[in-house]
């Protein structure tokens, strides 16, 4: 089937619920584990079928947030979670009190009772229009990223669409477009401002709803965290500044000296070499028919992934006006089917983005006959390990795409991807700041991203741009808004992702095989466990850190950066 003849129903909510109910009733009430699994069964088969409607609705929603229907469908479902989260509750209670825990757990694992305990804690009827209050919000944010019509030299683009220009050669030509990007955000930033505001405020009445002391705590649980604690990652953090930071500091430095210029603006920050970045050669669908020839070579496994996806067209691939920027990846229950979503537009993150999600969509697949939900992908920490793997795992393929630019696209790719991380504690560490100090005004909350900017991104000037140097650049980092604490996620798994690239510096076959490996065991452990599956050590540890910085560097540093002008 193809994902245009799958079918779309909306649930019938008070149905779904009564049947919630009376299997959860069942469970409660199971004199043997026999029939305890049974009534397991019956909800999992009903979230599936609920899960995939939801799934199929967001999917055309973020492919076009003006339709009227899609809109009216993801309002429904906005609605709908309290109610969902609700019943969820109800099954992980029934779930960890049966008297029949100890032989489950021998059949389904340990790790599904840990999430189960950690999800109860996020959850109890109080906070059910506060939910929806919080889901209704982050749509608006969505819907505002979406609106963006920003006239510049004629034309109009959308945030995705200025991409390429905000990379251009000409230094005037990416300034301006960079500044014309920025004005959309200085032009709506109260409105970013009052829905964020309103977001700090319902989550932290939830949290203290159900006896956190802030909304960190939740944050954290509704992550699914079992294995580790805000104290661990503020540790990494620190690991970072101390270890990656100065050498971040050295890669501007070179790129200053690369681009020839007596100073880095904020607006040189996306611009690698003065003849350009790499660039794919083609359009969507030249690279989809790439893509397809790389993954069958790649493995049996990932050649039969790429074949499903492209017979099915699981995919939503161009950049469009209404369409909600980003890239993601996700799963439709039913099916069994991943379903990648980007907004290509010509730059090198076209590849980027499709291996990444493609990582994603790949452990899906290895997933996809599981019969627990829970399992069917870990914590989103252990996710990113997945795609950002993926990215690196593909670079034997990479002339493909880029041809006579491959070597320009891979010194560049490796180089983000240690400039990525200080970034991304920034993130995180933004975000422990927002939820420790709910009461802060916009204008606080502001001058705390400037202050943590100069903490791990001290190479930032913002030139003349006001809105970026009064504090404004996260407002348009979504996960913010939509996800929060999910973002450290990205850094904890790039150090993981850059051993992966050493190990297939070292022997492409190990590496493959340690990757595929903890594809297939999809969610049924931690992360810390994962890890350990795959042969990885904890980027908790600080040696760790240290290491998984120094290859890639020595690497860079081998490199004549500027012979890749050519």
Known sequence: MKFSEYVYKRPDLDSVSKNFESYVND?????????????????????????????????????????????????????????????????????????????????????????????????????????????????????????AEINFKGQTYNIAGLSPLIMSTDRNLRKEATTAKWKFFEDNSKEFDRIFDEL?????TIAKKLGFKNFVELGYARMRRTDYNHTHVADFREHIRKHLVPVVLELKEKQRKRLGLDKLYFYDNDIDFNTGNAEPKGNPEWIMERAGKMYNELSHETGEFMNYMMEGELTDLYNKAGKAPGGYCTFIADYKSPFIFSNMNGTSDDIRVLTHEAGHAFQGFCSRDF???????????ACEIHSMSMEFLTWDWMNLFFEEQT????????????KFIPYGVSVDEFQHFVYENPDATPEERKKAWSAIEKKYLSF???????????GGFWQ????????????IDYCLAEICALQFWKKSVDNKKTAWEDYLGLCKEGGRYNFTELIKIAKLKSPFEEATVKTAIEHPYKWLSSINDAELEA
Do not use: C, W
């Not at 019969?371 to 920490?381: A, F, K, Q, S, V």
């Not at 348009?476 to 973002?487: A, D, G, T």
């Open 27 to 147: 469970l409660n009430n199971a004199h043997s584990v026999e029939s305890a699994l049974e009534a397991i069964s019956k909800i999992n088969t009903l979230r599936n079928h609920y899960e995939t409607a939801r799934t199929i609705s967001n999917i055309k929603y973020t492919g076009n947030t003006r339709d009227p229907k899609n809109e009216e469908e993801h309002n429904f479902f906005d609605d709908a979670k309290p109610t969902i989260d609700g019943l969820m509750s109800k099954y992980y209670k029934a779930l960890v009190n049966t008297k029949h825990r100890t032989e489950l757990e021998k059949k389904l694992g340990s790790h599904l009772f840990n999430v189960a305990d950690k999800i109860i804690s996020t959850f109890n009827d109080s906070i059910i229009e506060d939910l929806k209050k919080e889901n209704h919000l982050v749509t608006q944010y969505v819907k505002l990223m979406s609106s």
């Open 460 to 470: 930032r000037d913002y030139d003349d741009i006001e809105f970026l140097k009064n």
């Open 371 to 381: 019969d627990i939900p829970e399992y069917r992908t870990p914590t989103m920490e």
């Open 407 to 418: 070597d320009k696209f891979k010194y560049a790719h490796l180089e983000r991807a240690l």
């Open 476 to 487: 348009s980092q979504p996960h913010i808004y939509r996800l929060p604490f999910y973002y």
């Open 200 to 204: 700090v405020k319902v989550r932290t």
